[in-house]
Structures are given as structure tokens and as C-alpha cells.
């Protein structure tokens, strides 16, 4: 019988025809597995409780519970006892041969579009920063009126040779600059011929994905790590493996024994989210790797300006011999996210091909950011301004350290903190995890779970995934202490 002659839910599920002439259950498992893939069904969607949708659907309760339980069992839906059931996270576990609209709407599927249904990315928050948001920077301090007068003296009289179609690979002087500064800043000596400049380092990453990843192809990255990074590398094609992270971070050992894998991705400077910093010996072990296996490594440095003490480690880019190191960098953690440029240092055989690539998607970015982006390296206000974003993220940082609450049960004591604008404590267990970031987000606090950037299908026991995230330098001082203050009534401490 058709939905739509039943009263309406808070849920669309309309279009489900059930032939009583055959299996129930599984048609009605199928239906549902089906919005579930291709989004109709949106993860964290509550269901409508078994007994309705049976009579909505004139089929009986045991019908749908069977249905149910084979969606359960495939990780498609998940349940909490007396909270209802909901769509689950999909995943890279997620078939992309799952059964596609196709079936249902007649109309042919790309490959690449079931791939993407397969591996839905939620986006990061947005709206005004709240504590502890992970991932932002302390973008109040922007100096906002500098940018807005190198840009309006931009616009006012630009150079004509600057509006024509550019350099797909951006804009030279820009780039210039940039390998200027990252021969300073990291003893990176790279050509601008090397430099792309990319709309933020997620589509640094996203570009390697589609140039560097053939459909199948076993790709190495953290577990825990930047779970977008693995999705654009899974929507290319890649078959993700999972490999451990340490105190000396990715671990090498592990990864010599992922059979098949020429390609990984990490984040030597600053592990995303642990916050350790991949060891010396471990930097050359990778090289090693890369070399022994024609392999190439995808090196992140999301949040390389911030370091608090000591001289951080070269790049593996400043310690590549061989061509195989692809380095991603960004200003959307020194300015603020929505500026959106970043850029890739290729391998010089590599840098043509990407630029090609940039061609064909979008001929190449907007002059305005990167042309305005160079006027404020040249004229000093970016050296300024890191100077200042780093001095802020300390003291913001300090201000969590001596408001945290000494001991919260469950929950290690917060680790030492020499770089980035996240830390990262564990928990011991997964449903404890749950229990703080409930009672955190009751009082307006944003807490990420450490247990969400783990691959769906990791050999690490649940509770072993469990921890808090926290970003550190989204608000200033004062909110930080109120935002604590916060956590110690929500958590009754
Ligand atoms: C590890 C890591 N890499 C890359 C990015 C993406 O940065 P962008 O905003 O430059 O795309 C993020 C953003 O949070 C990140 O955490």
C-alpha cells in the first residue's frame, strides 16, 4: 500500500510501495537502506517507532523489527534504549554498490556519485565561535580594517594584466611570496613553479585525491585523523586503512605492513586531533618507506604557525630527497576559515598536472583574495598578525589549563599542550565520553568527541577510542572561564 494514504510523519518516507506478494521485510529493509544511502534519510533522522510505521504501513510489528534489526546489523541505524532509533553516521564501511536511486528513480548513477552518497561528510559547525570549538581560530583579531584597505586599493585601480584569465596555479606573485615565507618560517626551499594555491587546504587534499588516487587503491592515514581528509580520499576511489598513532605519532612500523599502499596522508607537525608530533626518527622512516614502495606521502601542516615552544621539525618536504612529498598549507587557521585559500608545494614533476587539474574545475581562484593575500605578506602584516595569533592561542590556551578542573571523574588530566589550538584527553570510556559532551552541550558547551575521528571499522576496543577535543583559541579569555565554570556545575564537580 502506498505511504502517502496515511496520515503524514515527522519523517518523509513517502514512496514506499510493499508487495504483499513477496518478502515484506526485506523490501521494507531495502527502502529504507536505499534513503538512507542516498540521503533522503539523513543521518541522526529519528525513525518513527516500529509499531507506527507498521500501521502506517498495514504490515505487522514483527515485519518491521526484522527489517530493523538487519539495518542494525549493517550499521545503517543505531538505537539507544527509550531514545528511538536513528539514522547512523554512514561511513567508509557504507557500500557504495548499495542499492542507488537508480533503482528507484530509472534514471543511470555515476560511480562517483554513489562513492560520494557512500561517504556523506557532515561540515564543520558554523555560526558565531563558541568554547571549544575545534578548528577555529582566534578570528576577533583579524585585523579587519589592514585587509579592508589593501583590498579596496586593490579594486580601485587593478592591473589589467591581473583581471585576464590567470595562471591556473594562481597567482605568481603570491606564490613568490609564499615560498619566501615558507623558506623562512620552515626551511622549506621550494620554486613558486611548485606552488598551487588551492581554496583551503581541504581542497589541497581533495586534489590530491583526484590526481594521485585510482579507484581501489589502499590509502594509508591516521586513525584517529582528519576524517575529511579520508573522505575526499574515499570518494576518489581509495580504500582507507587505519593506521596507529602513537606518542611519536603515525607509526611506521604499522604502516611498512598495510600490504599494497603507495600513498598516505597525516599531520607530522601537529597529529590531527591527538596533537602529537611525529619524531624525527619516525620523519625518516617515512621517507624510507616512500622510496622503498614508489610511494607518496600527503603532508598536512594545517597548523604549522602555531608552536609554543622549541623549533618545530622540518617538514618532510624540507627533508625530501626524492620528489615525494606533496605539502598542504593553508591561511584559513591564521586568518579565519572562510577566507578559504591555501596551497599545495608539489613535487616539481607533479606541479604541472595539478595546475591542469585547477584549469579544468575552475580555470583558477579569485584574483581579489590572493592578490590582497600578497600586498599583506609584502607589506609585513601577515608576520605581524601570526605573532599575534600565536600569543593569543597561548594565552587562551594557558586560560584553559588553569580553569580545567582537576579531576574529572573518568577523564585523564589535560596533557601538556607545545602546539596547535586543539588538545585532545582521554577518557576511559566511550559511554562516559558521551556522558560529559551530553551534559556539556546542555549548559552551551561544544565538546567533540575523540571517538568520532576514529575509521568506522578500527581494531582499537571502544573505550579505547573515548576523549575530549577541544579547541582553545575560537573565544577570548573570559568566555573560556565562563565556559569552565560552565563544565563544573554541568558536570556536578
Ligand atoms: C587537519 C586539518 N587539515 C585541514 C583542514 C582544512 O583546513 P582549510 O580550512 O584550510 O580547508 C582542517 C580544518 O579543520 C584540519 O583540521
Redesign the pocket.
Known amino acids: 500500500m502506498p505511504i502517502s494514504s496515511v496520515p503524514p510523519l515527522s519523517v518523509d518516507l513517502s514512496g514506499i510501495l510493499l508487495d504483499a506478494q513477496q518478502g515484506l521485510a526485506r523490501q521494507l529493509y531495502q527502502a529504507l537502506r536505499e534513503r538512507i544511502l542516498d540521503g533522503r534519510l539523513q543521518r541522526r533522522t529519528r525513525l518513527p517507532a516500529s509499531r507506527d510505521l507498521a500501521s502506517l504501513l498495514g504490515i505487522s510489528r514483527n515485519t518491521v523489527t526484522r527489517a530493523f534489526d538487519q539495518l542494525y546489523a549493517e550499521g545503517y541505524i543505531e538505537g539507544r534504549i527509550g531514545a528511538g532509533t536513528y539514522v547512523a553516521e554512514l561511513n567508509a564501511t557504507a557500500r557504495p554498490s548499495a542499492p542507488s536511486t537508480a533503482q528507484t528513480s530509472g534514471k543511470p548513477q555515476s560511480a562517483s556519485l554513489q562513492l560520494l552518497q557512500a561517504h556523506h561528510l557532515n561540515p ?1 559547525l558554523s555560526g558565531p565561535p563558541r568554547a571549544f570549538r575545534v ?1 577555529v581560530p582566534a578570528f576577533d583579531l583579524f585585523p579587519f580594517e589592514t585587509w579592508a584597505r589593501l583590498s579596496a586599493r586593490f579594486w580601485r585601480k587593478p592591473s589589467p594584466a591581473r583581471l585576464g584569465y590567470g595562471d591556473p596555479a594562481g597567482d605568481w606573485q603570491l606564490r613568490e611570496l609564499i615560498a619566501a615565507y615558507l623558506r623562512n618560517s620552515r626551511g622549506l626551499h621550494c620554486d613558486p613553479a611548485q606552488i598551487v594555491v588551492t581554496s ?4 589541497a ?1 581533495s586534489l590530491c585525491a583526484q590526481l594521485l588516487v585510482t579507484p581501489g587503491d589502499r590509502v594509508a592515514v591516521e586513525n584517529p585523523g ?1 576524517r ?2 579520508g573522505h575526499a580520499l574515499a570518494v576518489a576511489g581509495a580504500q582507507l586503512c587505519g593506521v596507529a598513532v602513537d606518542a611519536d605519532g603515525l607509526d611506521t612500523a604499522a604502516l611498512a605492513q598495510v600490504e599494497g599502499c603507495r600513498l598516505v596522508y597525516l ?1 607530522p607537525s601537529h597529529q ?1 586531533p591527538t596533537g602529537v608530533t611525529l619524531s624525527l626518527a619516525r620523519r625518516l622512516e617515512l621517507l624510507e618507506w616512500a622510496e622503498r614502495n614508489d610511494g607518496l606521502i600527503i603532508e ?1 601542516d ?1 597548523d604549522g604557525e602555531y608552536r609554543y615552544s622549541g623549533t618545530p621539525l622540518a617538514p618532510l618536504a624540507a627533508l625530501d630527497r626524492q620528489g615525494r612529498v606533496l605539502y598542504v598549507g ?1 591561511f ?2 591564521i586568518a579565519f ?1 572562510a577566507l578559504r585559500l ?1 596551497y599545495l608545494v608539489l613535487p616539481p614533476a607533479l606541479a604541472e598536472a595539478f595546475a591542469q587539474r585547477r584549469a579544468v574545475d575552475m580555470r583558477h581562484s579569485e584574483i581579489g583574495t590572493q592578490a590582497v593575500m600578497a600586498e599583506f605578506i609584502a607589506a609585513g602584516h601577515f608576520q605581524r598578525h601570526i605573532r599575534r595569533m600565536r600569543a593569543a592561542a597561548r594565552s587562551r590556551r594557558d586560560a584553559l589549563l588553569a580553569g580545567w578542573p582537576a579531576d574529572v571523574p573518568g577523564c585523564a588530566p589535560l596533557p601538556v599542550v607545545e602546539a596547535g589550538f586543539h588538545l585532545c584527553v582521554r577518557v576511559y570510556s566511550l559511554p562516559r565520553e558521551r556522558q560529559l559532551i551530553a551534559a556539556a552541550e546542555r549548559v552551551g558547551v561544544e565538546l567533540n568527541g575523540l571517538s568520532s575521528y576514529w575509521l568506522p571499522d578500527s581494531a582499537t576496543p571502544e573505550d579505547a577510542r573515548a576523549g575530549l577535543v577541544l579547541g582553545f583559541a575560537a573565544v577570548p579569555e573570559a568566555q573560556i572561564a565562563l565556559a569552565v565554570d560552565a563544565l563544573r556545575s554541568a558536570w556536578n564537580l
Open positions: 564543520p578548528g583551503g587546504a581541504q581542497q587534499i582528519y575529511a581528509a599531520t590531527y598536512d594545517y593553508t584559513c587557521k576559515p591555501g
